[in-house]
């Protein structure tokens, strides 16, 4: 990680906001401007605004440490207008806590990515659901419980048992789900079996239910688990995204370095083989365009992100 002195250096080497053509071939090229809700920020300035210019998206939301708010601070001035944060810190420790307060008084919008070995109804994670809900934040959660590499042990388990309990406990919280465990129980048959699974999608699973049934839980579409669960079933995807269209949000979670698939995307995970080579968020966005209206598409890739983080538009 770049210490501060580093990252403003490189700052001034940093590409500043396109030029009104070159957003303009950004939004001509989905037909409408795009928001990134899930984009881990990157130590240059420039790395982060070629995967947003590569894969032709207006705005992104960064996800970082709560401890990098000069980092983000750096990069907001040099590109105004384009990127808005979430703060994440270990919820476990008294320091976290404090510091995810201290993020959202800084400026991030929310609490995210917020990824940790702590069950999804324990009390870490509880105390953090009730923060969110005093300070008006959305939190975005990585639900997973089957390991992607060896030994790497669960991300938030108890997805499918309890956390309708906690959508429950706290009605006052905005969630936003995502990851492996959020988007395969989209379909009523999984169990855990992997971690990617593969073909139609059995109705009235677990996701979908919670979707419908909780104003305050919302899904974010980013990564091989979004992108493999709207791949599944071409006639499901188009009537889960009508059905859900104000509560889903696009988002890459691509670490491609030019948004055309360069580099690694996927961390070198071997269960999201299918994307290698791949960016993300054009997969993403492709299947999103083919699979839904020029309305709805608008709604995931802008509107709601717009709404929920409260930016003005
Ligand atoms: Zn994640
Ligand atoms: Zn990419």
């Known amino acids: 990680m770049l210490n501060r002195r580093q990252f403003i250096g490189v700052v ?13 071939s950004a939004i001509d090229e989905w037909g409408s401007p795009i928001f990134d809700l899930h984009f ?8 982060n605004t070629a995967h947003l210019d590569g894969a032709g998206i207006s705005a992104a939301n960064l996800l970082t440490r709560a401890a990098n708010s000069d980092q983000v601070r750096t990069l907001q001035t040099a590109v105004p207008g384009r990127f808005t944060w979430f703060c994440s ?11 995810l307060t201290d993020g959202v008084k ?15 109804d324990g009390p870490e994670f509880r105390r953090v659901y009730g923060l969110a809900a005093e300070l008006r934040t959305p939190i975005l959660i990585h ?47 999984y169990h855990n079996e992997a971690a990617y699974p593969s073909g139609p999608i059995v109705r009235g699973g677990v996701t979908d239910k919670l979707l419908a049934d909780y104003p305050n839980l919302y899904g974010d579409l980013s990564a091989n688990s979004g992108n493999n669960m709207l791949s599944r079933d071409p006639a499901f995807t188009a009537e889960f995204l009508r059905r859900h269209q104000d509560k889903l949000l696009f988002g890459s979670d691509c670490a491609c370095a030019d948004g055309r698939g360069s580099g690694v995307s996927q961390g070198n995970n071997p269960g999201a083989a299918r994307l290698a080579g791949k960016c993300v968020a054009r997969e993403t966005l492709a299947v999103l365009k083919r699979s839904t209206s ?4 608008r709604k995931i890739t802008w509107d709601n992100a717009h709404s929920l983080l409260k930016i003005p538009v």
């Open 40 to 47: 881990h920020m990157r130590g240059q300035v420039a790395a």
């Open 294 to 297: 020029t309305g709805i598409f």
């Open 143 to 189: 639900f997973q419980e089957v390991d992607h590499f060896d030994k790497e042990g669960t991300w938030s388990p108890g997805f499918a048992a309890s956390f309708e309990r906690m959508l429950k406990a706290y009605p006052q919280t905005t969630f936003i789900g995502h990851a492996d465990a959020f988007w395969a129980n989209v379909s009523a048959d």
């Open 89 to 99: 810190a270990d919820p476990s420790t008294p320091e976290g806590v404090r510091a």
């Open 12 to 24: 001034g080497m940093a590409a500043a906001w396109p030029a009104a053509g070159q957003r303009g």
């Open 106 to 120: 800084s400026g991030a919008r929310g609490f995210g990515e917020m990824k940790y070995h702590l069950a999804t």
